[in-house]
């Protein structure tokens, strides 16, 4: 049975390349195809999370941004996609002019939680099957926008290429993370590490994996995402590459993640 209380994960790493939104994308999917109810915040001004889930840019007449300045809620604003059970903010390049439309603002780190929590409170109203899980794909850079995922989140998710330098930026990111939990969110915690892009086949990778579990512990998920051309092709078709090729490798590995996460969920509300 699903989790009936809504979980706001926010998927961020520092590093850019490293598969924050291709996780959001599959993620949200995979954990929709087992029965979650879940909403993907696309908070990234490029958009590609909105246009991985096939929401064209001329049909994106409600964004984040709107939600963030006040113009809009994320009830209002979410868009169905060709998911059952998925839906997403979707976002553009107005994103850009957050920091100046907000400037002035004293609460412009908590705009993103404000509405999280006025959608909550809207749960289970109007007929609408209650959310149990919120993604908020991040930009790769500690701004403004990623204040409000991490100041909205219950927790993060961080993906880590199984490439060179992986882990650049990884302990910088941890002290984020700890400097967020001791100002303005006493409640986050990282729920996992995902390895992306892993080749079983090299070295290399293996290396780089081992060296992710050595810093992180059991953070690390025993799923890993293996480096797979239907996965990098998927977005290009504004499908998540469940729909685009389920029987992938790529597919398969992020239904498991998504069952793993469920998993170490059940936990940390049994604990």
Do not use: W
Not at 29 to 57: C, F, H, K, M, R
Not at 69 to 79: E, K, N, P, V
Not at 188 to 205: C, K, N, P, W, Y
Not at 262 to 267: K, L, N
Request: hydrophobic share 45%.
């Amino acid at each position: 049975m699903p989790i009936q209380s809504v979980r706001v994960l926010a998927i961020t790493n520092q590093k850019g390349g490293v598969g924050k939104t291709t996780t959001a994308i599959n993620l949200g999917t995979a954990l929709a195809a087992i029965g979650e109810q879940v909403l993907v915040v696309d908070l990234d001004p490029q958009g590609n999370a909105s246009t991985g889930l096939g929401i064209a840019p001329e049909t994106r007449h409600v964004t984040t941004f709107d939600v963030l300045t006040g113009q809009a809620t994320l009830a209002s604003a979410g868009m169905a996609t060709s998911v059952p059970g998925l839906s997403i903010v979707p976002s553009n390049s107005d994103l850009v002019g957050t920091d100046a439309a907000l400037s002035t603002d004293g609460n412009r780190s908590f705009r993103l939680r404000d509405a999280v929590a006025a959608l909550v409170a809207t749960q289970g109203k109007g007929g609408a099957l209650p959310l149990t899980y919120v993604l908020i794909d991040c930009p790769p850079s500690l701004n403004l926008l990623t204040l409000n995922a991490l100041a909205a989140a219950d927790a993060v998710l961080v993906p880590v290429q199984c490439e060179f330098f992986a882990l650049e930026g990884i302990s910088q990111l941890k002290d984020t993370i700890d400097q967020i939990r001791a100002t303005i969110n006493p409640r986050l915690e990282i729920q996992g590490v995902v390895l992306t892009m892993h080749d079983a086949r090299t070295t290399f990778s293996k290396e780089v994996a081992q060296n992710v579990r050595a810093f992180f512990g059991p953070k690390v998920y025993d799923t890993m995402i293996p480096r797979n051309v239907r996965v990098a092709e998927a977005p290009s078709h504004g499908k998540p590459i469940l729909l685009y090729d389920y029987d992938s490798a790529g597919s398969q590995a992020y239904v498991k993640l998504a069952t793993e996460i469920i998993e170490r969920e059940r936990h940390i509300k049994a604990a």
